[in-house]
């Protein structure tokens, strides 16, 4: 996956091309994929990089959401339910199953939430992941041993599924380059290009070149996350904005105030907000907030209340009480909520997505969540094919294989997430750690910028690795080596080595706990 070589076929197209996306997260990607699959041209661009923002900052899970099911929102917990069973046949090798167990501690806790979860197994159908139960006090120590004991009754264990949400953003622009589409990052959409009054395609910006050129296409798909209503508003310049942000922040912690091998699942804490101590790539991811913001920002940044609140609850939760010290990274991420009548609580808005076509046929697509971006994808496709007037054809994605998809086991912990591509890695020798409190290999980092298309330092260490999420402090002390790295891939100077690192090094320090640069106001 070349980038010049992408920017280059879609500079030099003479034809219109069927599709033109606009966003490159999970939603974007996601309806590239789909396109592709059917046969239609399809171009993509970003304008940072692959899953830069709400994609790449979730909680992990791929999960029907236990919340709506409380919510009473059944028909999106049941398709989010088969969403789930879809993505754990497509991409085994991100996504995989996870117990959770719910620690109840008062008496009628465990048949409320038994019955509730017994519900959530019968939704799933045949595409779940296994059957829930009640736990016993100890059996509940055994699957969590640091769980808070005073006043532990018991527990319910649930299945539910885990991914890597940037890894699989990557091989979805993989996947979709695979079947034909033109993906390329560091693009923006400038401006829409309109014919007799309807919308034929983008003004973009190659934001390393800073030339500009034009994208033709039969219809442009507006998959910008948080940012829609910007690309809405080039369309129609009275657009009244449809979407509005919550904010989630997750702490991550040494894998020792989780050592087992289950999640815990707070369903409902002081506040009403559900909180989650998830195990992933050997350390605990904990969170999450849901606070409305009135700005979207690109890089997020978590409120003092946010840390206080989730630091306060790991602290209920667990018998060992998380210090500042301990916590190795914080982040955050905006959730891209359409609005209802009154949001001011976001916790309480749909995670449905929204398709909408303006009068000069811009569709924006909008909502929803990872679980659901592959019918998110179908969806906004099937209404682009009628838009753009192209073949109506099928959707293939429900078994369609996700590049890196495979069953064989693999040995080494750092190269799994790659799932196929990880004896291509290997071959590249290289394997010793950048990094003693890092995974990632120098192999690995040329096998980003070859296969992958990272651009930057924060693109390896970020989104194709995640060490600056699982370490923040570690992160900034491998740059040097990524950087050096990169540049020999690249062929690029001392003097983008420079900018590289003092870039990263200040992105990063907004990732550590106590670094006045982590604190949103």
């Known amino acids: 996956m070349k980038r010049e070589i992408h920017l280059n076929d879609i500079r030099t197209a003479t034809e219109p091309f069927d599709f033109c996306i606009v966003g490159g997260g999970a939603t974007g990607l996601g309806a590239a994929v789909d396109a592709a699959s059917r046969g239609h041209s399809v171009v993509l661009i970003e304008q940072a990089d692959f899953a830069k ?111 890597d949400d940037s890894r699989l953003a990557v091989n979805l622009a993989q996947t979709a380059a695979g079947l034909g589409a033109k993906i390329v990052n560091y693009t923006r959409c400038t401006g829409l290009l309109k014919k007799d009054g309807l919308v034929s395609g983008v003004e973009a910006m190659d934001l390393e070149s800073c030339e500009p050129f034009q994208i033709h296409a039969r219809c442009v798909i507006n998959a910008t996350g948080i940012f829609v209503d910007d690309l809405r508003s080039k369309d129609e310049g009275h657009a009244k904005p449809m979407v509005t942000v919550s904010q989630g922040i997750h702490i991550v912690l040494p894998k020792e105030f989780l050592p087992g091998n289950a999640a815990i699942m707070i369903p409902k804490t002081a506040d009403g907000r559900v909180l989650f101590a998830v195990p992933w790539h050997d350390c605990v991811v904990v969170g999450t907030t849901d606070t409305p913001l009135p700005e979207k920002s690109m890089e997020p940044r978590a409120l003092a209340s946010e840390v206080e609140f989730v630091m306060e ?82 959707c293939e994605t429900e078994t369609l294989q996700i590049r890196g998809w495979t069953h064989t086991p693999i040995p080494e912990p750092n190269l799994r997430p790659y799932g196929a591509d990880a004896a291509a890695i290997r071959a590249l020798g290289g394997s010793e750690r950048i990094h003693p409190d890092l995974t990632i290999t120098a192999a690995e980092v040329r096998w980003h910028v070859r296969e992958e298309m990272a651009r930057t330092v924060e693109d390896v260490l970020s989104r194709r690795s995640r060490c600056l999420l699982l370490n923040a402090r570690a992160s900034i002390e491998a740059a040097p080596t990524v950087a050096a790295i990169m540049a020999e891939e690249l062929d690029r100077g001392q003097d983008w080595v420079t900018h590289q690192l003092e870039t990263y090094t200040t992105l990063a320090k907004g990732y550590v706990f106590g670094d006045p640069a982590s604190i949103g106001g």
Do not use: C
Request: aromatic letters at 8%.
């Open 313 to 394: 609850h790991a602290a209920k939760y667990l018998t060992k009480d998380p210090r500042p010290e301990d916590v190795l990274s914080i982040f955050a991420g905006l959730r891209p909520l359409v609005k209802s009548g009154d949001d001011t609580n976001t916790a309480a808005i749909s995670r449905d997505h929204t398709i909408l076509v303006s009068n000069s046929g811009l569709i924006t697509v909008t909502g929803g969540k990872w679980t659901t971006y592959r019918k998110m994808a179908e969806d906004v496709i099937d209404q682009a094919e009628m838009v753009s007037g192209v073949d109506q054809r099928r």
């Open 53 to 163: 923002g709400t994609s790449s900052r979730s909680t992990k899970l791929v999960h029907g959401g236990v919340r709506y099911l409380q919510q009473g929102n059944v028909s999106l917990v049941l398709e989010a339910l088969r969403e789930r069973g879809r993505m754990t046949r497509n991409a085994p090798h991100l996504v995989h199953d996870l117990s959770f167990v719910i620690p109840n501690y008062s008496w009628w806790e465990g048949p409320f939430y038994g019955i509730g979860m017994k519900v959530y197994d019968q939704l799933a159908g045949k595409l779940g992941l296994g059957p829930s139960k009640w736990l016993s006090k100890e059996e509940t120590v055994e699957r969590i041993p640091t769980v808070e004991t005073e006043n532990l009754t018991g527990g319910v264990m649930y299945h539910d599924g885990q991914f």
